[in-house]
């Protein structure tokens, strides 16, 4: 497709006149000029540009995430349930995305990253704000992990202010309250920044839901949806784990984690517990 611009145009297909603006091209809408000048590997080694590839298309597929979350929250904040569900849909086949492409970058065998990890320097996803982000709207709050961007004064407050908002699990369990299911205010009026811990209370509303499909119906999706997506969720997590193994072993990781040993301890965190629990239960 060529990215020469021309003025705007209209053609007369059956009758019908369609108009549309060549002014803007492939190019200059998607911004491909400046997006095609972010890949500076600095070792010259041919591998690290796969590296930079795969961990920019992620930040972009996390930036996606972000505003399908976000759109999904205001929707469910006004008990709106259908484009959640379509939203929270779209997450989830990102994720399978995401897990790809931990594949490509298994290609990469040990000697090859060998030969430019140290020009890397301290660089780790582990300081990746999006993906931080990411955790904290869906329910994982520790407070703790957003000192990595503390000397990002902007990025940093924008993630504090995320801690003190309602997760997205956290509207879910409001949006449970209005619709009737007897929940303390410990559950629907907590300090938001605090990590979630599970309910009984809360779990038996959604046994309750799993219990009379038919009535509850949109919740039952609602809570199908969310089980779909912290299933993604950890399937990218262990790809991601595993591809680690594959290449550095037990190295420790270059942002100074323990590798392996951390993304280990990262499966077994939960964002929606009493959806997992409330199985064994039914």
Known sequence: MSDKTAPSTSVDLSGEKIHWNQDLSYGSYLQLEPLLQCQKPVSGEHDEMLFIVIHQATELWLRACLHEIGGAMQHLIADDLGPVSKMLSRVSKIQANLQQSWEILSTMTPADYAKFRDSLGQSSGFQSFQYREVEYRLGNKNAKM???HKENPAVYQHLQDVLDSPSFYDLCIQLLAKRGFDLPESCTNRQWREPYAA?????????????????YWDLYELAEKLVDLEHHFHQWRF?????VERIIGYKRGT???GGVSYLVKALDLRFFPELWTARTKL
Do not use: I, P, R
């Not at 790809?239 to 591809?243: I, P």
């Open 146 to 148: 957003a000192e990595a």
């Open 199 to 215: 309910s009984d209370a809360v779990e038996n509303a959604w046994l309750e839901v799993y219990q009379n499909t038919e009535k």
């Open 239 to 243: 790809a991601h784990m595993k591809t």
């Open 255 to 257: 942002g100074g984690t």
